[in-house]
């Protein structure tokens, strides 16, 4: 990658039923870059991945969410999968713990079903973005401009549709990780 990320430490928000790829493939480039990638999550110990409709690998929780503070990173990863945002959501640290990103117009890369997790932290209205399909009308309900297109910037937050998106999403992603900070629209209260 072009950017280089050294010294930057991302937190990567998962719990059980995450799609591995969206895990994966992001923090290899993240890591490639520079990054200091840690997987932070509700569920202590390890969490299980998922490869579509099969179970994956297990990977380490480097950091448990009720131990993890949104101040000790510079950036957030949001996998998708469809249960692991849809467990997120209903989370109230991890909703917060997102939240305190978007407060601190910190960067946020999100991928597939990992909106909906933004969605509950009240941090997508006035936004420009894209997801898995399914999530369309969710987003577009909480005030988003919903477009299908491979990979979305607005200000901060880059977003994509699917695992094919990947390449797409990693390059646009440690652009937007390397800018830091951005004006980005505060959560709603």
């Known amino acids: 990658m072009a950017q280089k990320l050294d010294g930057l430490k991302v937190a990567i928000l998962v719990t059980e039923g995450f799609e591995q790829k969206e895990l994966t493939e992001p923090r290899k480039a993240l890591d490639d870059a520079g990054a200091k990638t840690e997987i932070v999550s509700p569920k202590p110990g390890e969490v299980q991945g998922w490869n579509h409709y099969d ?6 929780v480097d950091v448990q969410l009720e131990e993890a503070n949104a101040a000790d990173y510079d950036a957030l990863l949001l996998p998708g999968g469809v249960a692991n945002p849809d467990q997120l959501r209903t989370i109230p640290e991890a909703v917060n713990f997102v939240k305190s990103f978007f407060d601190a117009s910190k960067p946020i890369a999100a991928i ?3 909106p909906w ?10 936004r420009k973005m894209t997801s898995w399909p399914s999530l369309k009308t969710d987003l577009r309900n909480a005030g988003a401009l919903w477009v299908d297109e491979e990979v979305i910037v607005d200000d ?5 549709r ?7 999403f990693n390059e646009k992603m440690i652009e937007e990780f390397a800018e830091g900070r951005h ?3 505060a959560a709603a209260k």
């Open 162 to 168: 699917k695992p094919d998106d990947i390449p797409a």
């Open 112 to 114: 597939c079903h990992g």
């Open 55 to 60: 179970k994956g690998d297990k990977f380490p």
């Open 117 to 126: 997790t933004l969605i509950e932290a009240g941090a997508v209205r006035g």
């Open 183 to 185: 004006r980005t629209k």
């Open 156 to 160: 901060g937050l880059v977003t994509s």
